[in-house]
Nanobody, 124 residues
Framework: QVQLVESGGGLAQAGDSLRLSCAAS????????MGWFRQAPGKEREFVAE????????YYADSVKGRFTISRDNAKNTVYLQMNSLKPEDTAVYYC?????????????????WGQGTQVTVSS
């Protein structure tokens, strides 16, 4: 049974930093591209970042490029999202996902497994 469990969300002020983690189990972690997506109230879920199987390459949405960094530790079956210079428009539920997709993908299509999400709220 595959499980993806996000943690690290919470309340932040504009300009603050948060680090999200996603612990995976029940899958061969290193064979999956890992992605972060987010969904704000009343909006569709959108791509944030994804990282290749080895961790050597990453791809970002323009809205977070230069502020967010995705990384992974295949020994710990964990993917991270370091979020710096947070803005109120970053407020959303953040989801991690695992997929055997061609990297980069940058869409939800092809991602097989999803976490339950963690709330990030950024106040101005």
């Amino acid at each position: 049974q595959v499980q993806l469990v996000e943690s690290g969300g919470g309340l932040a002020q504009a300009g603050d930093s948060l680090r999200l983690s996603c612990a995976a189990s029940g899958l061969t972690f290193s064979t999956y591209v890992m992605g972060w997506f987010r969904q704000a109230p009343g909006k569709e879920r959108e791509f944030v970042a994804e990282i290749s199987r080895s961790g050597g390459s990453a791809y970002y949405a323009d809205s977070v490029k230069g502020r967010f960094t995705i990384s992974r530790d295949n020994a710990k079956n964990t993917v991270y999202l370091q979020m710096n210079s947070l803005k109120p428009e970053d407020t959303a539920v953040y989801y991690c996902a695992a997929g055997r997709v061609v990297f980069p993908r940058a869409t939800m299509n092809g991602y097989d497994y999803w976490g339950q999400g963690t709330q990030v709220t950024v106040s101005s």
